[in-house]
């Protein structure tokens, strides 16, 4: 299973930009799908995760700003950031708790997280 993240780019404060993050590879069911930020200097954080039954939540941070959506038929999540600040420069990480089929058991194993490889996002003020 493979998470590719696109979107992200250089934009000015008050912009907007809009994460894409597709899971493929195998056979796989997928439940919470999130977006992470890694600022420079600091510690991953979380920007928004949004279930399988369509239930997201926010960092206080973000809130009224950035909105999470997936298609499952697309095993697409995207992430639309608007009224962009300096502040939220970062290197964004799509992630993915996923259980893979198994052929040898006949099911799903356990669900793991799974990580994109991120994608740069700055912010010019």
């Known amino acids: 299973v493979q998470l590719q993240a696109s979107g992200g780019g250089l934009v000015q404060a008050g912009g907007s930009l809009r994460l894409s993050c597709v899971v493929s590879g195998g056979i796989f069911s997928v439940r919470t799908m999130g977006w992470y930020r890694q600022p420079p200097g600091k510690q991953r954080e979380l920007v928004a995760e949004i279930t399988s039954g369509g239930n997201a939540n926010y960092a206080d941070s973000v809130k009224g700003r950035f909105t999470i959506s997936r298609d499952d038929a697309k095993n697409t999540v995207w992430l639309q950031m608007d009224r962009l600040t300096a502040d939220d420069t970062a290197v964004y990480y799509c992630?993915?708790?996923?259980?893979?089929?198994?052929?040898?058991?006949?099911?799903?194993?356990?669900?793991?997280?799974?990580w994109g490889q991120g994608t740069q996002v700055t912010v010019s003020s």
């Open positions: 992630s993915a708790h996923i259980a893979v089929y198994s052929a040898s058991s006949g099911g799903l194993l356990s669900p793991r997280d799974y």
